[in-house]
């Protein structure tokens, strides 16, 4: 069994040209070379929100085959850390706790590791669960989840909204001000969603 800080400390990021980012293991690292091993994923949609997933495995039993779970072979690859996507030539870390598992947060100021891998693994798994919205900050960042979510979207919701940001706000101004931009963010990530589909 690993040691919790092994799960914590050799659980990276690497960059991809096809997924972006994929989570990896770091297994040595000599000068500007690391030797990492990833699965080998044939599509973005079976990649777990993070390396260690109770969906997948390298050698799944026959039972676990009947209920789903995925054979997955893993590789070794060499990494370039001079390359421009790691900063000073490190690989960006997962967000992960003792065994290994993706620690998700619904506002990604509170993100232990803050990268463009972290926001966007943190996002996938909200997304996986049907949690379309997640804040960084003051900011909502919204996923389009290409279903309608009944309870997101109640009388009861809509009137708690309402009362926080209408009648209990600073101004009137500054509601208009808060739903251009969400509106505005809502709009930007939508086309960003969209492109990489």
């Given at each position: 069994m690993a040691s919790s800080s092994e799960n914590t400390t050799n659980r990276v990021y690497v960059a991809s040209e096809s997924f972006g980012w994929l989570p990896a293991k770091v297994i040595s690292t000599s000068g500007n070379k690391a030797i990492v091993q990833v699965k080998d994923y044939e599509e973005d949609t079976s990649i777990p929100a993070c390396e260690?997933?109770?969906?997948?495995?390298?050698?799944?039993t026959t039972a676990q085959k009947k209920r789903g779970i995925k054979n997955i072979s893993t590789?070794?690859?060499?990494?370039?850390?001079?390359?421009?996507?790691?900063?000073?030539?490190?690989?960006?870390?997962?967000?992960?706790?003792?065994?290994?598992?993706?620690?998700?947060?619904?506002?990604m100021v509170d993100l232990s590791f803050l990268h463009e891998a972290a926001i966007l693994y943190n996002l996938k798994a909200r997304?996986?669960?049907?949690?379309?919205?997640?804040?960084?900050?003051?900011?909502?960042?919204?996923?389009?989840?290409?279903?309608?979510?009944?309870?997101?979207?109640?009388?009861?919701?809509?009137a708690l909204y309402a009362e926080k940001l209408v009648w209990n706000g600073t101004s009137t101004l500054r509601c208009c001000y808060v739903t251009l931009r969400y509106v505005t963010l809502l709009m930007i990530v939508s086309c960003i969603m969209m492109m990489n589909l």
């Amino acid at each position: 069994m690993a040691s919790s800080s092994e799960n914590t400390t050799n659980r990276v990021y690497v960059a991809s040209e096809s997924f972006g980012w994929l989570p990896a293991k770091v297994i040595s690292t000599s000068g500007n070379k690391a030797i990492v091993q990833v699965k080998d994923y044939e599509e973005d949609t079976s990649i777990p929100a993070c390396e260690v997933s109770v969906t997948l495995a390298i050698n799944p039993t026959t039972a676990q085959k009947k209920r789903g779970i995925k054979n997955i072979s893993t590789k070794e690859l060499e990494v370039d850390l001079s390359q421009s996507h790691y900063n000073e030539g490190v690989l960006p870390l997962q967000n992960v706790d003792e065994d290994g598992k993706l620690i998700e947060v619904e506002d990604m100021v509170d993100l232990s590791f803050l990268h463009e891998a972290a926001i966007l693994y943190n996002l996938k798994a909200r997304h996986s669960r049907g949690i379309p919205y997640t804040r960084t900050g003051d900011i909502v960042i919204a996923v389009n989840p290409y279903q309608w979510i009944h309870e997101l979207y109640t009388e009861e919701v809509r009137a708690l909204y309402a009362e926080k940001l209408v009648w209990n706000g600073t101004s009137t101004l500054r509601c208009c001000y808060v739903t251009l931009r969400y509106v505005t963010l809502l709009m930007i990530v939508s086309c960003i969603m969209m492109m990489n589909l």
